[in-house]
C-alpha cells in the first residue's frame, strides 16, 4: 500500500481545549496542535520535575530503595544485568554512574544475542554467579525470567527486577520487582520505559540514603539526579515508547540540558559523530541518530560497547568508542538495505492478503536486524509484520512490529492458547514483540498468526489514513513557528505535526542521487522557501499538493525555514 492510496485526515480539535490553550499564550497553530493531541490547558505542558508521577505511587519502588540500601550497607556485591537494546544500556549506564558517585563498587553483564539469548537465563546466572554477586539488578528485562530468578534463588544470589515489559500469568520469584504493568500497581504512566523505571528506583535509593546520613558518613557529596536525564531521555526516545506527561517530563528535562551544554561525555560523543548541534538538539536526535548507533552494538555485536561509551568520563575514549558505533551503524544500514530488499522481492511474488498478517523468513537472514526489517516492511503494506531468522539447534529468532489496533503481544499469547507446542517464547508490548521457534513450526505459526491478524481485522476498524493537523497557507511566521515546534517532545503517540498545502513549485534539483530539494512557494508569485523531500527522485510537477512537516535548515546560519516534503 503506497501513501498515493491511503486517504487523508484532518485530526479533530476541540474547540474548548484550543481556545483555552490561545488564552495562555501559545500561538493559534501550536494551540491547534497540541489540542488535537488531548492537551486541554497549558498546566498540561509544564514540565517540572516536581510534577513527575511520585515515587510513592510505583509499586514496590520505595522497597527497591531499601534493599539497595541495605545491600550497600552490608557491603555486597552489586551487578546489572541489562537488556541489549539502547532502553537497556541506558537504565544500566545511569544506574553504574550513579552508584560510581557514591563510591560502591558495580559490575555489569549484558547478554550477547547471539551466545545467550534475551533475559536473565539460568545460565546468565550460572555465569554472573561466578562473580561472587550477592544482588542482580535487571534492567529492562526480567518480569519474564521465571526460571532465571528460580536459579539465582538455588544459588542464594537475590533478584531486584526493573523492568516495563507485559507481564505474563506468573510473576518471578524475585526479592522485588518494579515494573509499572505489574499487578495492583497504580503507576500514572504505564508506558515509561526501562530506564525511567530504574531512575525512579535511584530516587528512592538516595532518599533512603540520605535517611540513613550515608553521605554525610561516607564522606560523599549527594547526587544530583538531574545529571542522569540526557540518558533517561535518549532511552525513553530510542526504546519508542508514548509520549505521555511523565515521559514528556523526562524527555523535555534531558533535552534542556543537553541543549545547555551539560551532557554525558557519550551523548555529547555520539552527537558530534552524528553531526548534530547540541544546543539544538531534539527528540529526533535521539531516535534516528544516536539510537541508531547504540542500537548497533547489541544488534551486531555486544552492547557492552554502547555502555561503555555512556558511562566513559573522558570525552576522547568516548569518541573513540562512538566512532566503533558509527563503523558498526554503516554495516548495519548496508545488512538492513540488502535484507529489505530481498524481502520486498519475495513479497512480490507471493499472493498475500490485505486483512492478514507477513511472516518472513530466510535462512541466511541477520537475527539481529529482523526487528528493524519487521519494522520497515509494517511501514511500507500497514499489517503486522514478523522476520525470523536462524538461530542455534534449529530454532528462529523472530522479531515483529504491529500497527495500531492490533496488541501484538496479545496475539501471540492468544496463538500459544491455541497451540501452546509453536512457540517456545516470547514477549513484548502492543506494538513491538520478541520471541523463539523451531524451524518446523514456521508453517504452522504463520498459518494461526494470520488466521488471529485476520479476526483483529475483522473486529477492529483498523485505520489507515494519514493524520494531518490542517494548513499552514502563507504565513509570515513561519520562522518563529518552526522554532515553536522544535522545541516542543514529539514521539510515539504525541507525533510531530504534518500539514497540507497546495505548494508551486519554482525550482527543484536532486541532491546525492537520492533526495530532491526544491523552491517552493504557497501562492504564484509569493515568498519562497526551501523545502525537501528524502529518498525521492523522481519527476516533480509544477503544482504539487503535499503533505510536509515544518522544520528549521540548519545548514544556514539564520536558520530559515525548511518544508520536509512526506508525500504528494
Known sequence: ????????????????????????????VLARVLAARGIKTSDELDDSLTRLAPIETLKNCVLAGTLLADTIANNENILIVADYDADGATAAAITILFLRSIGVTVDYFVPNRFEHGYGLTPEIVDIVATKKTDLIITVDNGIASITGVARARELGIKVLITDHHLPGSELP????????????????????????VMFYVLIALRMELRTRGYFEHEHVKEPNLAELLDLVALGTIADVVPIDRN??????????????????????????????DPSNARAADFGFAIGPRLNAAGRLTDMKLGIECLISTDIDRATDLARELDQLNVERRHIE????????????????????????????????????????????????????????????????????????????????????SVIDKFGGHAMAAGLTIQLEKLEQFTRLFNQLVNEE??????????????????????PVLAHELRTQVWGQGFPEPAFKDELHVKAHRIL??????????????????DAIRFNFNDAVPDLINCVYRLDINDFYEHKPAQLIIETW
Not at 520469584?173 to 525511567?196: H, R, Y
Not at 533535552?255 to 555529547?268: A, D, F, H, Q
Not at 536462524?390 to 529468532?397: A, M, W
Not at 485505520?463 to 497557507?473: A, C, Q, T, V
Request: hydrophobic residues 35%; glycine residues 8%; contains cysteine.
Open 1 to 28: 500500500m503506497t501513501d498515493r492510496t491511503r486517504s487523508i485526515k484532518v485530526r479533530e480539535v476541540p474547540d474548548v481545549s484550543r481556545t483555552a490553550l490561545t488564552a495562555s499564550g501559545i500561538s493559534p
Open 173 to 196: 520469584q524475585a526479592e522485588c520487582i518494579v515494573n509499572p504493568n505489574q499487578p495492583n500497581d497504580g503507576f500514572a504512566s504505564k508506558c515509561i520505559a526501562g530506564v525511567g
Open 247 to 276: 515521559n514528556r517530563i523526562l524527555v523535555a528535562q534531558g533535552l534542556r540540558r543537553i541543549r545547555t551544554g551539560k551532557m554525558n561525555p557519550g551523548i555529547k560523543a555520539l552527537l558530534q559523530i552524528a553531526k548534530k
Open 337 to 420: 538495505g540488502e535484507m529489505k530488499d530481498q524481502a520486498l522481492r519475495y513479497l512480490e511474488n507471493i499472493e498475500t492478503k490485505p486483512d492478514s498478517g507477513i511472516t518472513l523468513f530466510d535462512p541466511k537472514w541477520h537475527s539481529g536486524i529482523v526487528g528493524i526489517l519487521a519494522s520497515r516492511v509494517k511501514e511500507k503494506f500497514n499489517r503486522p509484520t514478523i522476520a525470523f531468522a536462524p538461530e542455534k539447534n534449529n530454532s528462529l529468532k523472530g522479531s515483529g512490529r504491529s500497527i495500531q489496533g492490533i496488541h501484538l503481544r496479545d496475539v501471540l499469547d492468544t496463538l500459544t492458547k491455541m497451540d501452546p
Open 457 to 478: 481485522f475483522k473486529k477492529n476498524a483498523i485505520d489507515n489514513s494519514i493524520y494531518i493537523d490542517g494548513s499552514l497557507k502563507e504565513q509570515d511566521s513561519l
Open 512 to 529: 546525492g542521487d537520492a533526495h530532491t530539494k526544491l523552491r517552493v512557494s504557497f501562492s504564484p508569485h509569493g515568498e519562497e522557501i
